[in-house]
């Protein structure tokens, strides 16, 4: 299968029938885990070329969105995958509950400040999904605002992608029981503990209207210019090795060249001083 193709979301979305541990490469074959960390070294090492050639050219932008459930490793995904390459291209933006300002506008105008420039990769830490997913999940706004919000979410990556924004969304995607021992080692890691919040044994509760929120958003706006990949996250050095192996494959399809050299440099000599 070719690798975009790998792991994009299906037409119609049941999150219980995918995978979330997956351990499979993109031929359908069983990979170990020392194989896929093998891989996933030389995709980083790919990648950093593949940056470095994007901001020389100055060409293209990328947007990726990650979503996740709490605790199915937004954070740990954004730092392995993109924590090596060049910050001076990358950018993340992590979108928290809407200030009073930003409430008082449309929903999308906090996100379109943020879309990418040329020559940058700009990772959305949770995205205008969030108008989607925890709004609908407690009506936030009437059922009636934010069902027009999937056409208004169709259109505007649309209008990105026709002026040149290269889109992946990223869902990764856990089990229950994957995010109770995760909350469980939380409460007991002095240095997680701080990131626990009694308010995310609330949402838990509501897995299920958050998975059904999930497959809703997907199905509405998965297209062939903004796909959806549903990553399987229960196992971090999986889901790192899809991320990675994903990215790379976007990357190189760009077929990114270098800027051509002024001309005349032949004859440049640097002189001693
Ligand atoms: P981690 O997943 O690593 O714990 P986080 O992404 O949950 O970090 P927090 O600051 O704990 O970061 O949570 C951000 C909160 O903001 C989430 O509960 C999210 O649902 C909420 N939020 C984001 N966008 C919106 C929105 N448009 N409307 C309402 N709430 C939002």
Known sequence: ????????????????????????????????REKAEAKHAENIA????LQFKLSAESKHKILIVFQAMDTAGKDGAIRKVFGPLNPQGVRVHSFKKPTEKE?????????????PETGHIQIFNRSHYEDVLVVRVHNLVPEEQWKKRYEHIRNFEKL????????MKFMLHISPEEQKERLEKRLQDPERVWKFRKGDLDERKLWAK???AYEVAIEETHKD????????ADKKWY?????STIMREHLE???LKWPLAEEGLDEVVVEDL
């Not at 193709?5 to 074959?29: C, F, H, Y």
Request: charged share 30%; hydrophobic share 35%.
């Open 1 to 32: 299968m070719p690798y975009p193709e790998w792991l994009q979301a299906p037409k119609k979305v049941d999150l219980s029938k995918i995978s979330t541990r997956g351990e499979k490469d993109p031929n359908g074959k069983k990979i170990s």
């Open 46 to 49: 790919a990648l950093e070329e």
């Open 103 to 115: 409430l008082s506008h449309d929903y999308l105008w906090r996100v379109h400040q943020h879309t």
């Open 160 to 167: 990105l992608a026709d002026e040149g924004t290269m889109i």
């Open 210 to 212: 958050y998975q059904e």
């Open 225 to 232: 210019h903004a796909p959806w990949y549903i990553i399987p």
């Open 239 to 243: 889901r790192n090795y899809v991320l």
């Open 253 to 255: 399809r760009l077929d």
